[in-house]
């Protein structure tokens, strides 16, 4: 890959199920709104909204597609039988949160869609998808096989591209995708360091775990993933996060740290041992002729309380064509004092970080979703970039037509009781119809 290369970001279309059923445990926004009412078609919009300006703005944005919902696969293979009314009632009157589970619209948290390595850090030259299991949750464990045929769909040239499907959805090989990988490098095109954060260990009885909320990422998943995209010897740098933030409900490293280029933007208490996890990332880049700028934050500064309420560090950290960074933050920042006091500090400090982007995301961000947890980074060269599939590629047009799209087909109000309605399945699957040929991809939902 050249020098020249370019992140996409590919966010996730919020799709038209999109409601608060509590179902992540150690997501603290998750559980504290569960049962509140939804607004699917604002949460569609603001999504949009944000993929609108960040393509305005001349950073390469492109999104993944919402699955379809409701999963009667799932529902029917635990016993719900009848017509398709039948199993959403029943299931609805004997086991409301399973059905909550069939409809989730998680999938819009692209950043566990994959683990992506570039072609400038793989031996092969292509660019490496690996699908994530999402296997500690049963609203996510599912995501996969559609993830899979929409990655194939959109990626669907061999010669640039290699899509690995999920690792064996068992506890060992826990894994969420980008949430939990950074990538540290000079630039995009050129080869980097891939850091592969995980919450506990499957084979070591002795490393340390959290006690009170589940780490959903294994180090087995992290090494498994470093295998299969090939990277080179000494590309890959696997740390450990810390047990006791993951306890306060940093459920995926990404809700405490975020990497761009040669900078690392994170709380002083994301890792285990920070000071070892700092100095193995700068050998590794200096071993290929780069600098570590780390962006460190204390707890002084910033709680890792109000890092978690705010999403600090759920931020897009952009790449600028002169050279310095923009931060993509939630709206969230603004309204807490501390986070709003900092991010006044660090944008006139004179360091990478010289701009400020914030988004009102309240929708995704009362289910845990941040600006980063919408997006899924790829680093793509120019070559890739004309061979992947071009209708998911933001623009003004396609932002209008699923504007239209999501005004037609969207509710602006979801409740539990009404996933037990039929016709909101019927709805669905017409949407999804409608949105494969908007998107020119046909057979997507088949
Ligand atoms: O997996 N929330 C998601 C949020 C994912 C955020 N992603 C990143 N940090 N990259 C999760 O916990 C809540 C669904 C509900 O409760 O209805 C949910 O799945």
Redesign the pocket.
Known sequence: MTQTAREFNFDGLVGPSH??????F??V???N??KSVSNPRQAALQGLAKMRALAERGFAQALLPPQCRPNFALLRSIGFAGSDADVLLQAYKQAPAIL?CAY???PM?T??AATVSPSADTADGKVHFTVAN?NS?L??SYEHTQTERALRAIFNDSRHFAVHAALPPTPAFGD????NHGRLCAAHGARGIEMFVYGRVEFDAHAAAPKRFPA?QTLEAGRAVARLHGLRDGGAVYLQQNPDVIDLGV??N??ISVANGNVLFCHEEAFLDEKAALASLRGALAAIGTELIAVRVSSAEVSVADAVSSYLF?SQLLSKADGKMALVVPQECQENQAVARYLQGLIASGGPIDELLSFDLRQ?MR????P???RLRVALSAEEGAAMHQGVLMNEQLHGKLSAWVEKHYRDRLEPSDLADPSLAVEIGMAMEELSQLLQLPGLYE
């Not at 969420?176 to 949430?179: D, I, L, P, S, T």
Request: glycine share 14%.
């Open positions: 409601n608060y059923a509590g179902l992540s150690g997501n926004a998750s559980f709104n569960v909550s989730s619209a998680s948290w950043a566990n999402l949750k609203h996510r969420e995708g980008a949430a959903r459920f995926h990404d809700v759920n995704s289910n845990g979703g941040g980063a947890c919408l």
